[in-house]
């Protein structure tokens, strides 16, 4: 089998065994929106008194939202749409989060002002936070002066 | 562009047989026309369209088509990568079924499972299954910044996870990349989730690097509280160099610019205090030892107050590295006010480098931003940026900005047979 074909038949193979196992499953799935609006930064806690409480959108939550999103993605997905993310979590953008969302500082986008001499402290300070947006993609810009 | 259209035109035709006889349609239309100048004072005027919308309703047990890209064309002048760009952001039709959350996504998505946080262009599905368990699984072609072709690459991987609701989620997870068929990234990860009590929460991840045979990376997350309004975190991070900076596409993350030989380890903490329900006030420390470089410390603390129409905040962080080429301090603040369907917010940031970069030591930028929303779905917005810092004397920068958001359901019109 060569790797094209690899590439076909193991994601299908896999999904078709996902479908086969999950049927047991009798669980609801979960809603695909939260049934009220929210406020922009939600304290879930104010409603849940479940595991939900602890998705608070509390001043830390940035630092943690990694975690939330890595094994319970959907949870994210019922208040946020898709392009949430990838205002931040891009391919390759051009325009910094921090730019369009000017209207917004309290939401602490990465970047803001003149990031391009802090990042080279930054970057010698901790280059693995660096990584997981610029490592592999998003860095068309960086690739400028980082031949 | 070419891509944008394929995907739209693509996933347009299949999400429309495949749902009911109502099409939702929901999403935005972003334009922001820019004013900048780059570091050789030439003045760019980029114009940017940015659209995102999902098809169908998303609800389970249905299929619904999601899409996310941009387009920018240069009015005045060109930018250093051409006088046009555009990106894919996601494109993919999407199955959730009515048990178990059922999901398959297929098209270019993103993947956030485990060790994996990609952008794929292939399939992705998840699934609850009985006792507590539940599988998730990806594969297809990776969508990175070009270095080489994408001919003979792959990946895939999946994570298979066991919880108990609202106590605790364990999951492992692996990753195998190939490029122009070779080994490029093999990737092993357990992640936690640990909620005892509900006033203490631990969460974190360990990655292995299969090739190398190390770990590459641990970091873990621990919250207390809230007590009264008062809540406390920690946080731990190791990161071996030379296991954690493997695959990368971009130079500045290459071995010798990176010593493989260093290890950083982050500890550090957090207090953030409620005074009111709108008043917050958070100090923060994070302390980096290298196994050779040193060491380095980042401290600080925040105030800020968010209320209904009003919102503010302050902010001091130091950075002390091991030399003077690696401290600064910052500091910022900000305002909002929003009357009626006006809102206006200001920021000011400091930077105060502990030695001078282009004979410039401090480093400032102020931003002023206004805007109108004509409805809820309707707002226009401008903003201007004045700055001064190690690369420009006086940097002015502006954007305008409209946003749209729709959200009809278009009734399809079933075609009456021929008599």
Known sequence: MNNNSKKIAFPAGLASLIFVLAACAASMSMAAKHPVEVPTRPICSDCHNDWRASLDHSADYIERHKFYASQQRQTCGVCHTESFCADCHAHKEEIKPSDKYKNAPDRAMPHPGDYLNQHKIDGKINPASCFPCHGRQNNERCIVCHR | ?419
Request: contains cysteine; glycine residues 12%; aromatic residues 14%.
């Open chain 2, 1 to 419: 562009m070419r891509y944008l259209t394929f995907f739209l035109s693509a996933g347009l035709a299949f999400a429309c047989p495949l749902s009911a006889s109502a099409l939702d349609i929901s999403g935005t239309s972003r334009t922001y026309l820019q004013s900048r100048q780059t570091v050789d004072s030439t003045r760019l005027m980029p114009l940017y369209e940015y659209l995102d919308f999902r098809a169908g309703s998303g609800d389970p047990g249905e299929v619904s088509f999601n899409f996310g890209g941009w387009y920018r064309y240069d009015l005045k002048n060109e930018s250093p990568n051409g006088k046009y760009n555009d990106d894919l952001q996601y494109a993919y039709l999407s199955f959730r079924g009515e048990r178990g959350n059922k999901t398959l996504n297929l098209g270019r998505l993103r993947v956030h499972e485990g060790v994996a946080s990609e952008l794929v262009d292939g399939a992705y599905g998840r699934a609850d299954l009985l006792g507590g368990f539940g599988v998730a699984a990806y594969g297809g072609s990776p969508v990175e910044t070009r270095f080489d072709t994408r001919r003979g690459d792959s990946i895939y991987g999946g994570r298979i996870f066991h919880g108990v609701p609202g106590l605790y989620t364990l999951g492992a997870s692996y990753l195998d990349e190939r490029n122009g068929n070779s080994a490029f990234r093999r990737e092993e990860g357990a992640d936690l989730w640990l909620r005892p009590a509900s006033w203490l929460e631990l969460q974190g991840m360990s990655s292995y690097n299969a090739l190398s045979r190390n770990w590459m990376q641990h970091n873990y997350y621990a919250s207390v509280g809230p007590f009264s309004g008062l809540r406390l975190n920690g946080e731990f991070s190791r990161v071996s160099y030379k296991d954690y900076f493997v695959g990368a596409t971009m130079s500045a993350f290459t071995f010798p610019r990176i010593n493989p030989n260093e290890t950083v380890t982050a500890a550090g903490g957090s207090a953030s205090y409620a005074i009111t329900r709108s008043l917050t006030a958070a100090a923060d420390y994070k302390n980096f030892s290298y196994r050779i470089a040193g060491r380095a410390g980042y401290y600080g603390g925040k105030l800020s107050y968010a209320g209904e129409s009003f919102g503010a905040g302050a902010g001091f962080h130091r950075m002390d590295g091991d030399t003077d080429t690696l401290r600064y301090d910052e500091g910022s603040v900000y305002f909002m006010r929003k009357i009626s369907a006006f809102d206006i917010s200001v920021q000011g940031i400091l930077v105060s480098y502990k030695q001078e970069i282009n004979g410039v030591k401090d480093a400032y930028t102020a931003s002023a931003a206004a805007g109108y929303s004509f409805s809820p779905k309707a707002r226009l917005a401008a903003d201007v940026q004045y700055s001064k810092n190690p690369d420009f004397n006086r940097d002015t920068r502006g954007m305008l900005t409209f946003v749209y958001h729709f959200d009809t359901a278009f009734e399809r019109k079933l075609m009456k047979p021929k008599t």
